[in-house]
């Protein structure tokens, strides 16, 4: 089974914090993403990743970057946490074919004081 | 512009009664078409997807769609609902080529009373 793990469940941060989330597959899926989760909002998509050093913007980059150094590992990085950076965030990978299908991590949720 | 839209933000049926979660996408060709579930605190799940062929599939835990080119939808159905059911559901559209993101509704919450 494919597995896609992130590196918290919870965090608790302060405004002006740098902030790493990490995310791992072990399927060496090409494609990687970043999606923020927030109530009546679904999933917006923040960053993916089409390859290793490779990254497009999503529907929503402004106060992120992002991170692909090696396949398996792709992170998202807060530079200057704040407020409405509160929120559920989740990793996916997708499925090396052409049927777009993505896998999830569990989510982190993320709360910046 | 393409989207997709699930008109019922809430919905509570009855355990052991029939559900139906409407999905419908805006876009511009035959997209891949997915279903999601996320339990509380999880990740999400995929319960079942659409790429061709038959209209109708099955997806896991009991659910299955059907693909209505004429009506631009893709409603998820459960004959009998347990009480485990109760989730978050997404659906989500895919444009057919490689490397692309998916793009997803704003998700329906299914209660289930006894």
């Known amino acids: 089974d494919v597995k896609v793990t992130q590196s918290s469940r919870y965090l608790v941060k302060r405004t002006g914090e740098k902030v790493f989330l990490e995310c791992v597959q072990d399927?060496?899926?090409?494609?990687m993403f970043w999606y923020r989760q927030d109530p009546g909002l679904g999933l917006r998509l923040i960053y993916f990743s089409y390859d290793v050093k490779m990254k497009e913007k999503g529907d929503i980059p402004e106060g992120y970057s992002v991170s692909r150094e090696k396949k398996e590992r792709f992170s998202l990085i807060l530079e200057s946490a704040s407020t409405n950076q509160t929120s559920m965030y989740l990793c996916a990978s997708r499925t090396p074919d052409n049927y777009n299908e993505q896998f999830f991590g569990p989510g982190t949720r993320l709360t910046v004081l | 512009a393409q989207s997709v839209t699930q008109p019922d933000i809430h919905i509570t049926v009855s355990e052991g009664a029939s559900l139906e979660l409407r999905c419908n996408y805006s876009y511009g060709a035959t997209p891949y078409l997915f279903w999601y579930v996320q339990s509380p605190g999880q990740g999400l799940q995929l319960l079942l997807k659409?790429?061709?062929?038959?209209?109708l599939v099955q997806g896991i835990k009991g659910f299955e769609a059907e693909f209505k080119r004429s009506q631009s939808s893709f409603n998820l159905r459960k004959p009998s609902v347990h009480w485990s059911d109760a989730a978050e559901y997404f659906c989500a559209v895919g444009p057919n080529q490689a490397g692309t993101a998916l793009i997803f509704g704003k998700g329906t919450t299914l209660s289930v009373s006894s």
């Open positions: 399927m060496d899926h090409e494609n």
């Open positions: 659409y790429f061709s062929g038959d209209t």
